[in-house]
């Protein structure tokens, strides 16, 4: 079917018992057994939860994998895919990421005996430089968390599977809607949930959708065995969410662009980062690898006092970590969401103190280019 169709009805057929419509939140611990070994498929719930497998179909469907597991925040996602690497091996990882991913990265999996390299995935020569034989994982990002940066998912993939290693894309930015990287050659794909596919700033959640059986069968006994599931009302959120997300991503994309074309022309900025604006540097592969150039929009106002000022000032757009709600937030990333990265790091990768980040909502746009000028003013 089609991508709206399958947004509605992938994985979301009526429940058989009564004929609901809206699959239940089935809120139980566990299920009575008819008999010793003897279940109707399903034992404890930490191991598998009717309302959690329904949007885990769902999202496989829109995904385009062999399955998907849910886990209970995207990081729990993150750290669950992570385990496919193991002491002595190396991954590869965009240098501009989502400030957890590199915290993770850095504070935690690095003590296990995993190295790390930080790239900039947008230059596919670097990373070919980075590769080597005992690289396991490639984590890909596009766009990048705050600066908006692509990664050639088709190209990258090639150089990663010549020596093995898995690519993983987190498309937490883009949504299935807009992108979908396991047609252009990943291995894995996942979202924090908590984004645009919830969609409503009301779940937090993550998913990991691979490509193989075996992957997927390794995703969830890591998910059964570590224990960080997605939650049976957090699941009916992101599958309720998801039934609107076409038209959702459609309102955020008109705004985006609109938004991002006013500041683009805006005296106050210095720099807009948006990959629908023709200066963006992978502008012509953001034509080519996505349906659209989503919401998400950074800018630089010079400084810290211009955008502390800028940010005290808005009205309508909300001051607030995370993204992709139907409500426009704006947020500082320097001191905000890659709070966990160095400064001298930070500002080398373009995070600057005066960096701004907005997810563009789908309410009226005159509305939001009124609070963003009145702010300016
Ligand atoms: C791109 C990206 N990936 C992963 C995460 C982590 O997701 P969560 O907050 O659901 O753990 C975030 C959170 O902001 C994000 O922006």
Same mark, same amino acid.
């Given at each position: 079917?089609?991508? +709206?169709?399958?947004?509605?009805?992938?994985?979301?057929?009526p429940?058989?018992a009564?004929?609901?419509?809206?699959?239940?939140?089935y %809120?139980?611990?566990?299920?009575? %057994?008819?008999?010793?070994?003897?279940? /109707?498929g399903?034992?404890?719930?930490?191991t598998?939860? =009717?309302? /959690?497998?329904?949007?885990?179909?769902n &999202?496989?469907?829109?995904?385009?994998?062999?399955?998907?597991k849910?886990?209970a925040s995207?990081?729990?996602?993150i750290?669950?895919?992570?385990t496919f690497v193991k %002491?002595?091996?190396h991954?590869?990882?965009s240098?501009?990421t989502?400030?957890g991913?590199?915290?993770?990265?850095t504070?935690i999996?690095?003590r296990?005996?995993?190295?790390?390299?930080?790239?900039d995935?947008?230059?596919?020569?670097a990373?070919?430089?980075?590769?080597?034989p005992?690289? /396991?994982?490639?984590?890909?990002?596009?766009p990048?968390n705050p600066t908006m940066?692509?990664?050639d998912?088709?190209?990258?993939?090639e &150089?990663?599977?010549?020596?093995g290693?898995i690519v993983?894309v987190d498309n937490?930015?883009a949504? =299935?809607?807009l992108?979908q990287?396991l047609?252009?050659?990943a291995?894995i794909?996942?979202?924090?949930?908590?984004?645009?596919?919830g969609?409503?700033s009301?779940?937090?959640?993550?998913?990991?959708?691979a490509?193989t059986k075996?992957?997927v069968?390794?995703?969830g006994?890591?998910q059964?065995s570590s224990?960080?599931i997605?939650?049976?009302?957090?699941?009916? &959120?992101?599958?309720?969410?998801?039934?609107?997300?076409?038209v /959702?991503?459609e309102?955020?994309?008109?705004?985006?662009r609109?938004v991002?074309e006013h500041?683009?022309?805006? =005296? #106050?900025?210095?720099?807009?980062?948006?990959?629908?604006? =023709?200066?963006?540097?992978?502008?012509?592969l953001? #034509?080519k %690898?996505?349906?659209?150039?989503?919401?998400?929009? +950074?800018?630089?106002?010079?400084?810290l006092e211009?955008?502390?000022?800028f940010?005290?000032k808005?009205?309508?757009?909300?001051?607030g970590?995370s993204?992709?709600?139907?409500?426009? &937030?704006?947020?500082?990333?320097?001191s905000?969401?890659h709070?966990s990265?160095?400064e001298?790091e930070r500002?080398?990768?373009g995070?600057t103190?005066?960096?701004?980040?907005?997810?563009?909502?789908?309410?009226d746009?005159?509305?939001?280019?009124a609070?963003?000028?009145?702010?300016?003013?």
């Open positions: 079917m089609g991508f +709206s169709t399958d947004c509605i009805h992938a994985g979301n057929e429940e058989p009564t004929g609901s419509v809206s699959f239940p939140i %809120q139980t611990s566990t299920y009575v %057994q008819e008999g010793l070994g003897q279940n /109707r399903f034992d404890y719930a930490r598998v939860n =009717p309302t /959690r497998s329904r949007l885990e179909e &999202l496989t469907v829109l995904e385009g994998g062999a399955g998907a849910a886990f995207g990081m729990a996602a750290t669950a895919i992570s %002491q002595g091996e991954v590869v990882c240098n501009m989502y400030g991913t590199y915290r993770y990265y504070k999996l690095a296990y005996g995993v190295t790390f390299d930080f790239v995935t947008s230059d596919p020569a990373v070919e430089r980075a590769i080597r005992e690289t /396991r994982m490639l984590h890909l990002e596009s990048t940066r692509l990664a998912i088709a190209r990258l993939s &150089l990663a599977h010549r020596v290693a993983v937490t930015f949504s =299935p809607y992108q990287p047609s252009l050659g291995d794909v996942m979202h924090s949930t908590t984004k645009f596919l969609g409503h009301d779940t937090v959640g993550g998913v990991a959708i490509k075996e992957h069968e390794w995703l006994f890591v059964n224990g960080a997605l939650s049976p009302m957090d699941s009916f &959120l992101v599958l309720r969410g998801i039934k609107t997300l076409v /959702r991503m309102r955020h994309e008109e705004n985006g609109k991002a500041l683009a022309k805006h =005296p #106050k900025i210095k720099q807009v980062h948006y990959p629908g604006l =023709p200066s963006h540097p992978e502008h012509a953001a #034509k %690898q996505m349906r659209g150039f989503g919401a998400m929009i +950074s800018f630089d106002l010079g400084s211009a955008a502390g000022a940010l005290a808005v009205r309508l757009c909300s001051l970590e993204l992709g709600g139907v409500e426009t &937030l704006i947020s500082h990333p320097a905000m969401t709070g990265i160095p001298e500002n080398r990768l995070v103190p005066g960096l701004v980040r907005i997810s563009v909502g789908i309410e746009a005159a509305d939001i280019l609070d963003l000028d009145q702010a300016f003013a």
